[in-house]
């Protein structure tokens, strides 16, 4: 069974924090992504890698950065934290697979309230 | 870009009453469907998938859905829901293109009294 595991459930921090969400996953899928789900918005896209090293930005990446140094992990890094941050955020891993018909894996999200 | 519209926001329902939830999507191409479930204080996981075949589907927990090419559309049901189906539910699409980016829906809350 495919495991993606963050690193925090819930975090609370300040406006200006430099924050870091981590994320890794255990099946060796080329895919990572990082989500924030908020009330009535749905999975809003911020930004994905398809390969070590590489990154693109998804529908709303202003604010944030990723990083993926190896394949199993992927970072996501809210450069000067701001209260609209606030959210829960999900990591997922796919296959890489060209039909674009595999299923993504989820974590269990982090809660990030920035005070 | 494709679009994925859930309808229905929230749902209210009693126990043994029968679900459908509306799936729609914009593209007019190949499409690969999806529908994840988030149970309470849990995560996302696959209910079930469409991208070839029988557009008649069957997932998890007696979940079903139907592809109807001609609506652009994939409707989950359940003929008898459980206290135990309450929980949020998103329909996603990708393109048969070559995408493997799915766009998702806003989402359905479902509450199931028992």
């Known amino acids: 069974d495919v495991k993606v595991t963050q690193s925090s459930r819930y975090l609370v921090k300040r406006t200006g924090e430099k924050v870091f969400l981590e994320c890794v996953q255990d099946?060796?899928?080329?895919?990572m992504f990082w989500y924030r789900q908020d009330p009535g918005l749905g999975l809003r896209l911020i930004y994905f890698?398809?390969?070590?090293?590489?990154?693109e930005k998804g529908d709303i990446p202003e604010g944030y950065s990723v990083s993926r140094e190896k394949k199993e992990r992927f970072s996501l890094i809210l450069e000067s934290a701001s209260t609209n941050q606030t959210s829960m955020y999900l990591c997922?891993?796919?296959?890489?697979?060209?039909?674009?018909?595999?299923?993504?894996?989820f974590g269990d999200g982090t809660r990030l309230s920035i005070l | 870009a494709q679009s994925v519209s859930q309808h229905n926001h929230h749902v209210i329902l009693s126990e043994a009453a029968s679900l459908e939830l509306g799936c729609n999507y914009s593209?007019?191409?190949?499409?690969?469907l999806f529908w994840y479930v988030q149970y309470p204080g849990q995560h996302l996981q696959l209910l079930l998938k469409?991208?070839?075949?029988?557009?008649l589907v069957k997932g998890i927990k007696g979940f079903e859905a139907e592809f109807i090419k001609s609506k652009f559309s994939f409707n989950l049901r359940k003929p008898s829901v459980q206290w135990s189906d309450t929980a949020e539910y998103f329909c996603?699409?990708?393109?048969?293109?070559?995408?493997?980016?799915?766009?998702f829906g806003r989402g359905t809350s479902l509450i199931v009294h028992p």
């Open positions: 997922a891993s796919s296959i890489l697979a060209r039909p674009g018909n595999q299923p993504q894996h």
């Open positions: 099946m060796d899928h080329e895919n």
């Open positions: 890698s398809y390969d070590v090293k590489m990154k």
């Open positions: 593209y007019g191409g190949t499409v690969n």
């Open positions: 469409y991208f070839s075949g029988d557009p």
């Open positions: 996603a699409v990708t393109t048969g293109g070559g995408s493997y980016i799915p766009t």
